[in-house]
């Protein structure tokens, strides 16, 4: 099993900022792109950034120039930092993952539970 954990939402005032964080534990043989993704209520669940295990990084226009991506591969971990917060930024953040579990196995998209981050004016 797999599990995808985030930490560091919560609320901030506008122009503030946040670190959101995702380690992925269980049985994990290589994780290949890592991602965030949001959903406001009533929205669509949208991508926000994602990082490949090589290659660049990719981010939706809303978050360019103030959100970063990163990663730790040997922590397993994904981070988002978060600058300049908007009010429009509120929604539920999730972790996302394509892992294989084994060698033979293909990737397989996994999901966080999702951390709320609040932004108020």
């Known amino acids: 099993q797999v599990q995808l954990v985030e930490s560091g939402g919560g609320l901030v005032q506008a122009g503030g900022s946040l670190r959101l964080s995702c380690v992925a534990s269980?049985?994990?043989?290589?994780?290949?792109?890592m991602g965030w993704y949001r959903q406001a209520p009533g929205q669509q669940r949208d991508l926000v950034a994602r990082?490949?295990?090589?290659?660049?990084?990719q981010y939706a226009d809303f978050v360019k120039g103030r959100f970063t991506i990163s990663r730790d591969n040997g922590k397993n971990t994904v981070y988002l930092q978060m600058n300049s917060l908007k009010p429009e930024d509120t929604a539920v953040y999730y972790c996302?993952?394509?892992?294989?579990?084994?060698?033979?196995?293909?990737?397989?998209?996994?999901w966080g539970q999702g951390t709320q981050v609040t932004v108020s004016t």
């Open positions: 269980g049985s994990i043989f290589n994780i290949n792109t």
């Open positions: 996302n993952a394509n892992i294989k579990t084994t060698w033979s196995s293909p990737d397989y998209r996994y």
């Open positions: 990082i490949p295990s090589g290659g660049e990084t």
